[in-house]
């Protein structure tokens, strides 16, 4: 098998707010052709077109090429040494950031391409399926109000989540505000549903030691990202001065920035995104990594159902992972893009025994509506 054809499709909604924390306002699907007759899906999350541009490029020399120019010809089952060769191949402008995001994308899509060609699951063509029922936390921006952030969670919980994730927005200006949008929520849903708090980078240490106190008055299961990424010292010494479960990665490319993260920030549980950190074939030696540390995995997921479903079946095929990220968002290309979602019931993602591949098929009427370039 061959591939012919590497696309980036840049898709978007026509009223996006970017000042709205919100990725599924846009994406950028990769969609790979082969001789055989195969397609596979990936999506990336990144600056859209920035990424679409390390697709494209033409070669400027042998560390500088564009991902298409180096996948043209190859066979996807031989995923491991393409995985190298684009990232060798991107070296000058890469190794990070948005080359590693678009590698992201296109390892996805070769993934979905080797579980459609060989009739297997991507989970099980990853190695085998540790669980089929997984639990989906809905995932919310903080609303402004505590009215809006008890009304949402009630909904949230009326749907079936047994975990409830809100985040960004006003989080971070008054200690006050934060604890009463937490107490409603926490009134609104009961004691039986987790709840995690995303803090959105907000705090210094010494802010974010004052809100974990505050936050474990209420029982909250993951406190995420309180403090810059980078703030390596501030992470573990906030580990070693707080019960909560500390949570973060979603920021970070490569398995080198996560054995930081494990190591000189000691995080409890790690949050790589498929579609940036450097796909499925990097996301596995992050939890193995994870792994041996004794550490969990909740891939962050904000983007489609691309997305989700790569993520369910990356969950699905690793020892340490529990759980999944489920958008709430009502964007056409968080709901509408995926026609074959992954089942979601009583609070859970339940994986098929029959699926092939990724498992899901691209809406083309979604894409040519919301399709930019
Ligand atoms: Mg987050």
């Known amino acids: ?97 948005p080359a590693l995001h678009a590698i992201s994308g296109v390892d996805i899509a070769l993934w979905d391409i080797i ?16 669980r089929r ?52 929520i926490r009134e609104a849903i009961g ?11 907000v705090w210094d240490l010494k802010g974010a030691i004052q809100m974990a106190n505050v936050f474990e008055k209420y029982g909250i299961f993951w406190l995420e990202e309180p403090l810059d990424a980078a703030d390596l010292d501030g992470y573990r010494k906030l580990s070693e001065r707080t019960s909560l479960y500390i949570a973060g990665g979603e920021q970070e490319s490569g398995r080198l920035q996560f054995q930081r993260l494990l190591d000189s920030g000691d995080i409890d549980i790690i949050q790589p995104d498929l579609a940036r950190c450097g796909g ?10 994870a792994y041996d540390r004794k550490k969990r995995i909740v891939p962050h997921a904000f983007k489609t159902g691309v997305l989700v479903a790569a993520s369910t079946h990356f969950v699905a095929s690793i020892p340490n992972g529990f759980m999944i990220e489920h958008t709430v968002s009502t964007s056409p290309l968080a ?26 098929s691209i809406n083309k009427s979604v894409l040519d509506q919301y399709r930019v370039q």
């Not at 008890?150 to 960004?168: P, T």
């Not at 709901?335 to 899901?360: A, M, N, Q, W």
Request: net charge negative; proline share 4%.
């Open 133 to 184: 029922k997984i639990k989906a936390y809905a995932s919310s921006l903080m609303p402004d109000t505590v009215k809006e952030a008890g009304m949402l969670a009630e909904r949230y919980a009326k749907l079936g989540y047994k975990a409830i994730k809100f985040g960004w927005g006003p989080i971070g200006k008054s200690a006050k505000h934060d604890e009463e949008l937490v107490k409603t």
């Open 335 to 360: 709901r509408d893009l995926v026609e074959s979602p992954l089942l979601f019931k009583d609070g859970y993602i339940h994986l098929p025994e029959t699926c092939k591949g990724l498992g899901i």
């Open 191 to 201: 004691d039986d549903i987790e709840l995690m708090i995303d803090a959105g980078l």
């Open 280 to 289: 499925l074939t990097e996301a596995k030696k992050i939890a193995y990594m």
């Open 1 to 97: 098998m061959k591939i012919t054809n590497v696309e980036a499709i840049y898709l978007k909604v026509p009223n996006l707010d970017a000042a709205k924390c919100d990725g599924t306002q846009d994406t950028l699907l990769i969609r790979i052709d082969t001789d055989e007759g195969i397609t596979g899906y990936g999506e990336v999350d990144s600056s859209p077109l920035v990424a679409k541009a390390v697709v494209e490029a033409p070669a400027s020399h042998s560390i500088a090429v564009g991902l298409k120019e180096l996948l043209i010809g190859e066979n996807p089952f031989e995923i491991e040494r393409l995985w190298e060769k684009m990232f060798q191949g991107t070296i000058y402008f890469g190794r990070s950031g």
């Open 115 to 130: 579980g459609k060609a060989s009739n297997r699951s991507v989970s099980e063509a990853m190695g085998g399926v540790f």
